[in-house]
């Protein structure tokens, strides 16, 4: 494995296993240099939302960054307040827009809300378009999927969630690994926390290798893509030098027994913004 490998979805869009995430990159130089940077460094993942405020920022990054459109996985996210069937397909062409591309590869339900249903079928639709090459869902907890597959046509080819060492979210996973919904981690290193556990700072000495680069090693061996953010160069490089080594199994089960399923971020079932 390296940098350029993939997950293969189940509709065969092949998705690489190592995104840069960009969440929270507001300020717009930053932002153009932190992707032109990753994709030089080899990432071919990027994942953006409108909520981040970075759409054109990320797309004026591919732009300056030489590397083809069809080599880059691009991913973003239909906002909460723009759920709806006609107001989804509206949000997306904003967002094209933005990113100055005429598809995306991955276009998400940023968090589960009460239009969710509305908002799948614009999802369907743009797939069914080729105006995306696959559609999924983030934040999606296992009864919310369930709901969606409901009336779905299509069954989400990924789904985007808090995972890290103490939130694994074992009932999602296995969910999802029996509907061949492919699993993403978005805070990963559990913004900046996973560094003061014990255990990672143990295995960080015994494997010579960085807490981040434990941990997403981690979420490798766990087949769960996963999308690190960072604005720094040498981070960004170190977040990408994962393929190496690998951790051991009974490492690999105690950082499992970390899980004490605490969140960092909010509760699906108690979002309201």
């Not at 933005?98 to 797939?127: C, F, M, Q, S």
């Not at 009864?143 to 009336?151: A, K, M, T, Y």
């Not at 680069?213 to 979420?219: E, Y």
């Not at 105690?254 to 909010?266: V, W, Y």
């Amino acid at each position: 494995m390296d940098i350029k490998s993939y997950a293969t979805l189940h509709n065969g869009v092949k998705m690489p296993w190592i995104g840069f995430g960009t969440f929270k990159v507001k300020d717009y130089d930053i932002a153009v240099a932190s992707v032109k940077e990753a994709l030089r460094l080899g990432y071919r993942h990027i994942d953006t939302a409108a909520v981040y405020g970075n759409e054109e920022a990320v797309g004026v990054g591919i732009k300056e960054s030489g590397v083809k459109r069809e080599d880059i996985f691009l991913t973003s996210k239909v906002w909460n307040s723009d759920q709806g069937y006609d107001s989804t397909l509206k949000a997306f062409e904003t967002s094209i827009n933005k990113l100055g591309v005429d598809y995306l590869d991955l276009y998400l339900i940023h968090w589960p809300k009460a239009l969710n249903k509305e908002t799948w079928r614009a999802l369907e639709k743009l797939y069914k378009d080729g105006k995306v090459r696959a559609i999924g869902v983030s934040n999606f907890k296992v009864h919310h999927l369930e709901e969606l597959l409901e009336s779905a046509e299509i069954v989400p080819m990924v789904n985007q969630v808090e995972y890290h060492p103490e939130f694994p979210q074992a009932e999602v996973h296995e969910y999802c690994k029996n509907h061949k919904i492919q699993l993403e981690a978005w805070g990963p290193l559990m913004q900046g926390k996973i560094f003061n556990i014990p255990l990672m700072q143990e295995l960080s000495v015994k494997y010579g290798r960085t807490i981040s680069q434990i941990v997403l090693r981690w979420d490798l061996q766990m087949g769960v893509v996963t999308i690190p953010k960072s604005v720094t160069p040498s981070r960004i490089k170190e977040n990408m030098e994962l393929f190496d080594f690998v951790i051991s199994e009974d490492d690999m089960k105690k950082i499992e027994a970390l899980n004490s399923e605490t969140r960092i971020g909010p509760d699906p079932d108690e979002i309201t913004f």
